[in-house]
C-alpha cells in the first residue's frame, strides 16, 4: 500500500480481510478454532474483527414477532445467542414481512460417514428457518473441496456425499422444497451453476485470496480457485430448476461463522455482477468434549459424540471425556460451586435442553454446587441419548430412492413461484457512479485493513 492516509472501513462495506488486532489469540479461519481461553474464542471480538454485526434485542424482538404470527416459537440456538452474529439479517425479516421470496442456503465438507452433533447445528437451525419462512433450501455438499484438502480419492468423496446427505435429510428438510447437491455431480450438468463460477473467478484476484484465505504459493490452484464454487449457490441463478432462472432472488446463508471468510469474498463481488449480496447468521462452534477451546472435530473421537454412537457409547463419552467446571472433591464443590461457563456438559445443554425454565435451575444449581458434575451429566445424557436415538431411527428410513429425490435436477413444484422474468429486467439496476469493474477490483486488490483515501 502506498503511504497515504488511511480510513478504517465503515459498516456499510463489508470487510473483504478481517481487520487485524494485535491482541487476538484466537485461531478462526474455515480449517482452523483454536482458543486459548478455556471459555473458548471471543466472539464479540470476532464480530469486530470480522466486521459483521450483532444479533442484537431488537432483532430477537422481531424474531419473535414473527415466530408468534406463525404459532411458532424462536429457536433456541437463535434464543441463546448461539447465532450470535450477521450480515443484513435485518434486510432478510424485512423482506419477510413485505411478503418477498428469499432462500436458504447452507452446506457441508463431507470428509468422513461419521457426522458429529456439532454438525447438526446448522442444519437444525436452517430445517427450522425453512418452516418458519415457507422458503426453499439449497445444501452444498463440497466433495471436490474435500477431494482438493484431504488425502480421499473423487470415488470415496463422492461416496461420502451419498451418507451424509441421509443426515441431512434425518433433519426433516421439506422434500418439495430442499435440493441437496453433491459439486462433483451437479456442476458438470448445471451450465448456470458453471457460468456463476466463472463470473466470481474472473473478479477475484490470487492476492485477494491469498490475504482472505492464506493460500500460499506451495498450493494446489483447486484450492485456489475452489472459493468461487463456495460461493455460486448465493446467486439464484445457480438453480434454474427452482429458480426459473431468476437472478435475484435474495439469500440468507445460516453457518458457523468460521465459514464467514468465503461470503465476504461473496458479498464483495456480488455488487459488481449486479446481484445482490447474500445474507448471513453465523453460530458459535460446537465445542469439544475436552472443553470450548476448539470446536468439536470428526478426526478425533474422544472429542466428539458422533451420530452413530450407541446409547452406551454416548453415556461412556460424556462421563469419561467431558471437561467438567465442577470442583475436585464434593465438599468443595458444595462449597463453592461449579463453573458454567467453562463446563462443556452445560454448554451442551445450551444447546439441546429446550425448556427454558429448567436451563435457568440446572444453571443456578450448578453454580450454588447444590447440584453435582455427575447429575448434570446425567441430564446431558438423556438427552443426547434420545436425540441421537430419534436421529438413528430418522435416518434409517432415508433410502436410494429418497436420496435421489433430494437431489433432483429436473423442476421443483415451488418453481412456480418464481416465473421466469423478461431477459435481463430482474438485473439490480447499475448505479450512477458505480465503479468500473477494473477499478473495483484495483481498489479491494489493495485493500488489507483500510482503505487509501484519494
Ligand atoms: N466449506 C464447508 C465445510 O467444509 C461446506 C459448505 C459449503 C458450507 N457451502 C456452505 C457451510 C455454506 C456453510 C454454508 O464444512
Redesign the pocket.
Given at each position: 500500500m502506498s503511504g497515504g492516509p488511511t480510513v478504517q472501513i465503515t459498516d456499510s462495506m463489508d470487510t473483504v480481510n478481517e481487520v487485524n488486532d494485535e491482541n487476538v489469540e484466537d485461531i478462526v479461519d474455515?480449517w482452523t478454532v483454536q482458543s486459548s481461553n478455556a471459555k473458548g474464542v471471543d466472539y464479540d471480538k470476532l464480530i469486530k474483527r470480522f466486521g459483521s454485526s450483532k444479533i442484537d434485542e431488537s432483532l430477537l424482538n422481531r424474531f419473535e414477532k414473527i415466530a408468534a404470527s406463525r404459532g411458532q416459537k424462536v429457536h433456541p440456538f437463535i434464543k441463546r445467542g448461539l447465532f450470535f452474529s450477521h450480515r443484513d439479517l435485518d434486510h432478510i425479516l424485512s423482506l419477510h414481512e413485505q411478503g418477498k421470496h428469499f432462500y436458504l442456503?447452507?452446506?457441508?465438507?463431507p470428509?468422513s460417514a461419521a457426522m458429529h452433533m456439532g454438525h447438526l447445528i446448522?442444519f437444525m437451525t436452517t430445517r427450522y428457518l425453512q418452516k418458519l419462512f415457507d422458503v426453499p433450501v439449497v445444501i452444498?455438499?463440497?466433495d471436490d473441496?474435500?477431494f482438493l484438502w484431504k488425502d480421499l480419492q473423487l470415488e470415496e468423496c463422492f461416496g461420502l456425499s451419498r451418507e451424509n446427505t441421509k443426515d441431512i435429510i434425518a433433519c426433516g428438510f421439506d422434500p418439495e422444497k430442499t435440493f441437496i447437491f453433491s459439486d462433483l455431480s451437479y456442476i458438470g450438468s448445471c451450465k448456470e451453476f458453471y457460468w456463476n463460477m466463472k463470473r466470481i473467478e474472473k473478479l477475484v484476484t490470487f492476492n485477494q485470496v491469498k490475504g482472505i484465505f492464506g493460500f500460499g504459493d506451495s498450493d494446489c490452484i483447486g484450492k485456489i480457485s475452489f472459493p468461487a464454487i463456495?460461493a455460486a449457490?448465493s446467486f439464484s441463478s445457480s438453480f434454474p430448476h427452482i429458480f426459473n432462472g431468476r437472478t435475484n432472488i435474495p439469500c440468507l446463508?445460516?453457518?458457523?461463522i468460521d465459514?464467514d471468510p468465503?461470503?465476504r469474498m461473496t458479498r464483495d463481488v456480488a455488487p459488481r455482477l449486479h446481484l445482490s449480496k447474500p445474507a448471513l447468521m453465523h453460530s458459535v462452534f460446537f465445542p469439544a468434549l475436552q472443553g470450548a477451546q476448539t470446536k468439536m472435530s470428526a478426526s478425533d473421537p474422544t472429542s466428539s459424540v458422533f451420530l452413530t454412537d450407541t446409547l452406551a457409547q454416548i453415556k461412556k463419552k460424556i462421563n469419561k471425556y467431558a471437561f467438567s467446571g465442577g470442583r475436585d472433591t464434593i465438599e468443595e464443590h458444595r462449597k463453592y460451586g461449579g463453573d458454567c461457563e467453562v463446563d462443556v456438559s452445560f454448554q451442551y445443554l445450551q444447546f439441546f435442553l429446550d425448556d427454558d425454565d429448567e436451563l435457568e435451575q440446572i444453571r443456578k444449581d450448578y453454580s450454588s454446587g447444590a447440584l453435582l458434575t455427575g447429575e448434570l451429566k446425567q441430564k446431558l445424557i438423556k438427552i443426547l441419548q434420545e436425540l441421537v436415538g430419534h436421529h438413528q431411527a430418522e435416518r434409517a428410513k432415508v433410502t436410494e430412492e429418497v436420496i435421489n429425490y433430494f437431489w433432483r435436477t429436473d423442476k421443483y413444484a415451488c418453481s412456480e413461484k418464481y416465473p421466469p422474468l423478461p431477459k435481463g429486467s430482474d438485473k439490480k439496476k447499475k448505479k450512477k457512479g458505480t465503479p468500473k469493474m477494473k477499478e473495483a477490483t484495483d481498489e479491494i486488490g489493495n485493500l488489507k485493513v483500510t482503505r487509501e483515501t484519494t
Open positions: 474455515p442456503y447452507t452446506g457441508r465438507g470428509s446448522p452444498q455438499l463440497t473441496e474435500k463456495q449457490p446463508i445460516p453457518c458457523a465459514q468465503y461470503f
